[in-house]
């Protein structure tokens, strides 16, 4: 891979990587959320919708933000028994048909299909059905499609670096410290 292009992915991944540590410390604010809605449901006797609600939003975010930093990682699942077994260059052909047939297809269909789904609920004022409930439900739907956005990112930059050791020469793969 040339220099430019693997500065641009370390870019790429670089950034989605310190944005998924930063919105990391959501698990924190889900761990005080929970702890909240404990004490006050068995120390006070007050159930809190809007704490549960807000349970299920926040563990959202943290799990859409997970899955892109899986992706630049390369920590996702797999059937690691079967995988451990394959030589390496078998791995990155499953890899690079995985991420084209499969993964980014499916980003783009989320994407496609993500855009109505958050305008729609913006232009209603959706809200929760509960009594109590959290407002401005469409900024939680909203965060699904930049997190595929995100995703879609990290995709791209391991499916560079699996085509790269797929099809590039021996000198351009040799990098010292790439991730693999």
Do not use: N
Not at 16 to 35: E, F
Not at 95 to 115: C, E, H, I
Not at 160 to 180: I, K, M, W
Request: a positive charge; one cysteine or more; proline letters at 4%.
């Amino acid at each position: 891979m040339a220099t430019e292009a693997r500065k641009a992915i370390d870019r790429i991944e670089g950034f989605l990587d310190g944005l998924a540590a930063a919105i990391s410390w959501v698990w924190i604010a889900l761990i005080a959320v929970i702890g909240l809605a404990v004490v006050l449901r068995y120390l006070f006797g007050q159930g809190r919708v809007e704490l549960e609600e807000l349970q299920w939003h926040l563990y959202a975010v943290g799990f859409l933000t997970g899955i892109v930093a899986c992706v630049v990682h390369d920590r996702h699942v797999r059937v690691d028994v079967l995988r451990e077994r394959m030589r390496p260059r078998t791995r990155d052909w499953i890899d690079f048909y995985g991420l084209l047939l499969f993964q980014l297809p499916l980003v783009a269909l989320v994407l496609w299909s993500a855009g109505p789904f958050v305008a729609e609920s913006f232009q209603v004022g959706e809200r929760s059905a509960a009594p109590g409930g959290l407002p401005f439900r469409w900024l939680l739907k909203a965060f699904l499609p930049l997190a595929f956005v995100a995703l879609g990112a990290a995709s791209l930059a391991r499916l560079a670096r699996v085509a790269t050791r797929l099809f590039a020469s021996a000198d351009d793969q040799a990098h010292p410290g790439e991730r693999p």
